[in-house]
Structures are given as C-alpha cells and as structure tokens.
C-alpha cells in the first residue's frame, strides 16, 4: 500500500481503519453465490466499457474499496488515467468517451441512483441504441451486480489500497 511507503518519506496520512466485518469469511456461500453471479453477468461484456462502469458505481455508492480494485483492474486492461480521472465528471467531459461506453454510463448512473424510482425511457432507449437486447442485458446485470459489491463494500467498510490488478480474476 502505497501509503505506508509515503510515511517514511516524512508525509504522515491519517490512520487506516479496520473492516466491520469480514462478511465473506462468514457468509461464504453468499460470497461464493455473488463470484458466479459476476461471472454470468460480465459475460460479452466489453471489459474495459465494463471496468468503466464498475468504477461509475462505485464513485456514486462512495466504495473506496470497489474503487480501488477497479481503477487498477481498469489501468491493467489499458485504460487510461486521463479516462478513469474524468469518469466522475463525464457529463462536462463526454469527448473522452464513445457514444456507446456514454449509453452504458448513463445507464449505470440511472440504474444506480433510481432517484425517481425508475430508470428513465430516455435513458434506456439511448442504451437500447447501443447494445444489442443480449448485450444489454448483460450490462444491466454487471450493472445491478457492481451495486450489490458496493452494498457490501460500503456496509462492511472493506479497506482500499490492498488489492493488486487481477488479484480476484
């Protein structure tokens, strides 16, 4: 973890904090159940779209720990800083993107939020633009899967900055 290495270089960080619990240590057939689940769900899946979209919900759900595996998996599969830095502001920055990966977040963004309670026909129509039905359904199911790490992430308060790129692949 980069910030111990950075404390004996004079810079002091605030301290670290523990889980609340080890939620797939004692839920092991849950965690097991979620592993499968987020492979069937990434299936056909562009990675890197896919890596995009994980990083999208985990900054809306706050999950440090999500975010941290995703920015390095993403990283390892050759996205860019500059991409994953502008990801939280997307809407100011749409150039960096396809209009294709600009369907998915949205999408993701909608389906992560539900502020009205529903996902927009707007919203989805522009994705259905840009999928094909199969596609589509598998990026909604990465989609709801992602939410449902970050659900445990943010409740169990899993620490960042451990993981290593393809560390859970």
């Known amino acids: 973890m980069t910030t111990n290495d950075s404390a004996s270089e004079g810079v002091t960080y605030a301290p670290g904090h523990s889980p609340r619990l080890e939620w797939a240590k004692l839920a092991p ?7 499968k689940l987020d492979a069937a769900a990434r299936q056909g899946v562009d990675p890197v779209m ?4 994980k990083i999208r919900a985990s900054q809306l759900n706050h999950c ?13 599969a050759g996205e860019s800083v500059e991409r ?3 990801l939280s502001a997307w809407e100011e920055s749409k150039h960096f993107y396809t209009r294709k990966e ?7 963004e909608a389906v992560t939020v539900l502020t009205d309670g529903f996902v927009p026909d707007e919203v ?7 999928f094909e039905e199969a596609e589509l359904a598998q990026l909604i199911a990465a989609i709801t899967v992602i939410n449902a790490w970050n659900r445990f992430g943010v409740t169990c308060r899993l620490v960042p900055g451990h993981y290593r790129a393809g560390q859970y692949k």
């Open 29 to 35: 057939d849950v965690y097991k159940a979620m592993v």
């Open 124 to 130: 989805y129509e522009q994705a259905a633009k840009h």
């Open 64 to 76: 440090a720990f999500c975010l941290d595996m995703h920015t390095k998996d993403a990283l390892a």
């Open 84 to 86: 994953i830095v502008q």
């Open 102 to 108: 600009l369907a998915a977040i949205e999408l993701t």
């Open 50 to 53: 896919l890596e995009l979209v």
